[in-house]
């Protein structure tokens, strides 16, 4: 009965409107559609500040959720977000109920149900994404669903988180359950909350609570649909929700033929699997053809049974939405019609579409992996004629550190440390700048981090310094946003679990186009056995305020350990730092063609080093004073030029220089051949 991969492929497309939906479409009155489509998003917003407000988990509380609302066959209409790609796999649990226990006799779907996902194999990303869903009926009829999903940071798998570094299969991963039936009459059962609490022992409290959440988010919902049904009737709501599709596939058509016809690749490499150094490639080809458009990742390395980071093809195909629908599909609804147009090809036994008992906790951080190969394709597809889109890659992963243990409460926790998620780097653009600390990867809007005193109050936790990464943006003509970095001392406890989750540390997944270079790399660094309470106790004034600072002075005594930004779990003690960073998204144009006053200005903010101004900008100033000497700097760049031209080589000589290359043996292991990464080995899971 679990859908097989091509099943939920076709299950994200939409079903196909009937005669029935035409003419209930053609009811609609002028002007009808956009007044009452307005209303489901006010509905939708309601919805999800009610979600918001009610759960307790840093990644609810700061935007990674979604809200949406779907027809009664499944396909999505509309969401306030949150996280772009909880839209889209959310309908795929709700097929399933649909088309497996509508009418099977033990389960079936009554008004007041509440159902309850969390696993990949039915559609969703990975288990730490949960999500709640319930059937909307007016009248005796099922008229529409509603869901709301966020990612729970915990899942009960054997490393606190959810997302398991290490898991060699999906027996690693906790908690992972099936479309399931959790409430009736509109309340949630005990028994199922019991279960919950028994897999998710870590942090019971979250989990109760944020299951809570959801359902409440879900009820208002479902109510304000009910009310606007039974005030305009059942068959006008499903012309609404039709029409709705209509439009965004529609939209999403003219869009695409305004695109070039023609064949278009990328690749992109990650270097984290299981928290050690190993190169994975992402290729991706891209085929346009009038309204059609075929991703096809044949070339991406195979799966591997060293660690989670894996993903299933469903949820590569909704990852090509967190690229598709902030970009060149800003104005259309967040919805399956826009999908309409797509075809994925994902090769079995890539790490896109690895067996069914690969692990894939990690297969949130591997949409970045698809985000991002897809910016400097479609940089090249779109720039003719939406130029205004066009952006170096905004950054995806960095890292995402947790911890876990007993707070200053004595209360069980384990929690993803929002804040460098959510101010990771924007790309920059044709025109300007990318917007520093920007938010997070595959959020259309509303992602925040959270207050430090927050942060504070909850967690045994104390910060040392919050602030942006110097260099931390791709340079170019115009640069890409920087990210920040954020340094945290345990604090009121003795100890505390943690570990940090990435798939790329000494390679960014984020690009610059058009001669734009990629951001700076961010290592992992903790900092054990320090003498930090000493230094604050007795106000002394070499204190570190950032990450360079620290590492050159050494101000702190203690034991620096510098490694992989993916760190499997450790226990640190009072006192211990760890350090997280969000990246920086990717450059645009040519770094000579800044402005050398925007340089300045970077400067005076700090957002960019002395080093950079001279040697990637070349520009010519007063250290001291930031004075600006233009003459002279046209003059360094001119010279740069003529540089360039000498260390230049001719195609044919770099084709075989750089075929030439290759990286060490040690971490082509899970790469599959050189360089085309073909499979060379069977995977067996136990």
Not at 280 to 303: A, L
Request: include cysteine; hydrophobic fraction near 35%.
């Amino acid at each position: 009965m679990r859908p097989h991969w091509k099943e939920l492929l076709d299950w994200i497309k939409p079903e196909k409107f009937t005669a029935k939906d035409i003419e209930r479409m053609e009811g609609l009155q002028p002007g009808e559609y956009e007044i009452h489509n307005e209303k489901l998003n006010n509905f939708l917003l309601e919805a999800r500040e009610v979600f918001i407000r009610m759960g307790i988990s840093s990644m609810l509380r700061s935007g990674d959720l979604a809200v949406g609302i779907y027809t009664a066959d499944g396909d999505i209409v509309n969401s306030s977000t949150g996280t772009i790609i909880h839209t889209m796999t959310t309908l795929l649990p709700i097929k399933f109920v649909v088309k497996n226990w509508l009418d099977e006799p033990t389960v079936g779907i009554k008004e007041g149900d509440i159902f309850y996902s969390n696993e990949a194999l039915y559609g969703g990303v990975h288990n730490p994404d949960q999500m709640a869903f319930m059937p909307v009926f007016n009248d005796g009829e099922l008229i529409a669903w509603v869901a709301a999903v966020t990612h729970e940071p915990e899942t009960g798998g054997t490393e606190a988180g959810g997302m398991v570094l290490t898991a060699k299969s999906r027996h690693y991963e906790g908690m992972k359950l099936s479309p399931i039936k959790i409430g009736e009459n509109y309340q949630v059962r005990a028994d199922m909350i019991e279960m919950m609490e028994n897999f998710i022992s870590r942090a019971p409290r979250m989990q109760t609570i944020d299951v809570k959440a959801r359902c409440a988010a879900c009820d208002r919902l479902r109510l304000r649909i009910q009310q606007l049904a039974q005030e305009k009737g059942n068959e006008f709501m499903r012309g609404l929700f039709c029409t709705t599709i209509r439009v965004a596939e529609e939209g999403a058509k003219k869009v695409i033929s305004k695109w070039h016809d023609g064949t278009f690749r990328g690749v992109l490499f990650h270097d984290s699997v299981a928290g050690q150094d190993h190169l994975q490639r992402i290729y991706c080809t891209v085929r346009k053809e009038g309204e059609q458009v075929t991703f096809d990742f044949k070339g991406t390395s195979p799966e591997n049974d060293a660690g989670s980071s894996h993903g299933f093809p469903h949820t590569l195909a909704t990852a090509t939405g967190m690229y598709l629908f902030p970009y060149p599909f800003h104005s259309l609804p967040f919805n399956a019609g826009s999908f309409t147009p797509f075809e994925w090809i994902v090769p079995e036994g890539c790490l896109w579409n690895p067996s069914p008992e690969a692990a894939v906790s990690n297969s949130g951080y591997m949409t970045w992996t698809v985000f991002g190969v897809l910016f400097p394709i479609f940089a090249k597809i779109i720039f003719t004629n939406d130029r205004k889109t066009v952006t170096g890659t905004t950054a995806g992963c960095g890292g995402g550190n947790i911890i876990a243990g007993i707070n200053q409460y004595g209360v069980p926790v384990a929690d993803i440390m929002a804040y460098p998620l959510n101010s990771a780097g924007q790309g920059a653009r044709s025109d300007m700048d990318g917007t520093d600390s920007f938010g997070f990867a595959g959020i259309a809007a509303g992602s925040r981090g959270p207050d430090a005193e927050d942060v504070e109050n909850e967690y045994p936790l104390l910060h040392l310094f919050q602030k942006h990464i110097r260099d931390g943006g791709g340079h170019g003509k115009y640069r890409g946003g920087t990210g920040v970095q954020s340094a945290y001392i345990v604090h009121h406890v003795p100890w505390l679990a943690y570990n940090c989750i990435t798939a790329e540390s000494k390679l960014v997944m984020s690009q610059g186009v058009f001669g734009g270079y990629p951001p700076s790399p961010f290592p992992g660094i903790d900092v054990r056995n320090t003498d930090i309470w000493e230094k604050m106790a007795n106000a002394e004034n070499d204190i570190p305020s950032d990450t360079v600072e620290m590492l050159d002075r050494k101000a702190l005594k203690g034991d620096y350990v510098i490694q992989s930004e993916a760190r499997p779990t450790k226990v640190l003690m009072n006192g211990d730092i760890f350090l997280a960073s969000a990246l920086g998204g990717g450059g645009y144009g040519d770094v000579l063609e800044r402005d050398p006053l925007m340089v300045i200005k970077d400067l005076q903010k700090d957002l960019i080093s002395h080093w950079a101004a001279k040697n990637v900008y070349h520009i010519a100033y007063d250290p001291d004073t930031l004075v600006l000497d233009l003459d002279k700097t046209a003059e360094l760049r001119q010279n740069e030029r003529e540089e360039r031209k000498m260390r230049g080589l001719k195609p044919e000589d770099f084709k075989k220089e750089w075929a030439k290359l290759k990286p060490p043996e040690e971490v082509l292991d899970l790469y599959g051949s050189w360089p085309d990464a073909e499979k060379v080995r069977d995977v067996i899971r136990i």
